[in-house]
C-alpha cells in the first residue's frame, strides 16, 4: 500500500513561497495521478491541482492557484512538489497529496467531491499558515 508524506509546510508572509513535497513510500506511484488538496480553517477539503503521465506530464489546476502555483513530480525520488508563490491568506490550509490508482480524469475526481474525492491514498498533511 502506497504511504504518502508530505512536508515543506510553514509560516510565510503574504506575497511569499514555500515549497512542499510529497514523498511516496513505494516507486509504483510513479504510475499513478497525484494530487494536492487543501482545507481550510473551518471549511471542507477542496482540490488544487493535479499532475499525470500520459506520455507527456499533464497538469491541471484550480482557478484560485492558476499562475501561482506549480506542480511537479520527480519519478526518480518517488516525490511530487508544490511550488507556491505569491502565497495570500487565502491560501492558509493543511495541505494533502493523494494518489488515485484508478486513474480516473481529473474532473471526475473533482466531481467525487469532498472529504475524500473517492481516493484512498492519503498523507496526513502539512500546514500552510499565510500571514497578512
Known amino acids: 500500500q502506497v504511504q504518502l508524506v508530505e512536508s515543506g509546510g510553514g509560516l510565510v508572509q503574504a506575497g511569499g513561497s514555500l515549497r512542499l513535497s510529497c514523498a511516496a513510500s513505494e516507486r509504483t506511484f510513479n504510475n499513478y495521478p497525484m494530487y494536492w488538496f487543501r482545507q481550510p480553517p473551518g471549511k471542507e477539503r477542496e482540490f488544487v491541482t493535479t499532475i499525470r503521465w500520459n506520455g507527456v506530464f499533464t497538469t491541471y489546476y484550480a482557478d484560485s492557484v492558476k499562475g501561482r502555483f506549480t506542480i511537479s513530480r520527480d519519478n526518480n525520488k518517488n516525490t511530487v512538489y508544490l511550488q507556491m508563490n505569491s502565497l495570500k491568506p487565502d491560501d492558509t490550509a493543511v495541505y494533502y497529496c493523494?494518489?488515485?490508482?484508478?486513474?480516473?480524469?481529473?474532473?471526475?475526481?473533482?466531481?467525487?467531491?469532498?472529504?475524500?474525492?473517492?481516493?484512498?491514498?492519503w498523507g496526513k498533511g502539512t500546514l500552510v499558515t499565510v500571514s497578512s
Open positions: 493523494a494518489a488515485d490508482p484508478v486513474e480516473r480524469p481529473y474532473w471526475r475526481v473533482i466531481r467525487a467531491g469532498p472529504p475524500n474525492y473517492g481516493m484512498d491514498y
